[in-house]
């Protein structure tokens, strides 16, 4: 996994209104970019509504938010619709984000073992480089958790 202290690896995604967007476009503002497993799921879903709730505080902090799943554009669009989000979310299709990051790792669930995303969040500063990094996120406390590195 990308840790504090290094250069934010550099990526260019599709996002949900079909542009892409390049990491490097975001030199000069703090960015957050959260992987997350998968559109419409009770904890990502709880999670990106946390993160349309608190959009006002991260841009008054110069910060842009991106969410990053391997999702498709198409599954993106009916879930920023669906839940009124207000930033932008990668579709990472192929994994190559998820890999640069070292997000994309073998899980298990009753057993089975499987390849996903561990839900995971970087915070990068105007220089592009890694300051925080949040490894095995908890919904519940993340953006104030990130908030308060924000402001702080």
């Given at each position: 996994m990308v840790s504090a202290g290094t250069k934010a690896p550099n990526f260019t995604l599709q996002i949900d209104d079909?542009?892409?967007i390049k990491l490097s476009d975001y030199l000069g503002q703090?960015?957050?970019i959260y992987f997350y497993p998968?559109?419409?799921t009770p904890g990502c879903t709880t999670e990106a509504c946390d993160f349309r709730e608190s959009i006002q505080q991260f841009n008054t902090l110069n910060c842009?938010?991106?969410g990053i799943s391997r999702?498709?554009?198409?599954t993106h669009v009916k879930f920023k619709e669906k839940f009124s989000l207000n930033f932008p979310l990668g579709a990472d299709e192929e994994g190559a984000v998820c890999q640069l990051y070292g997000v994309w790792a073998e899980k298990s669930m009753f057993g089975k073992k499987y390849f996903g995303i561990n839900r995971?969040?970087?915070l990068i500063d105007e220089q592009g480089t890694v300051t925080h990094v949040w490894p095995n996120v908890s919904v519940s406390t993340h953006i104030k958790d990130i908030l308060t590195v924000l402001q702080s």
């Open positions: 079909g542009s892409n703090k960015v957050v998968k559109d419409n842009k938010v991106i999702d498709s554009v198409a995971a969040t970087f």
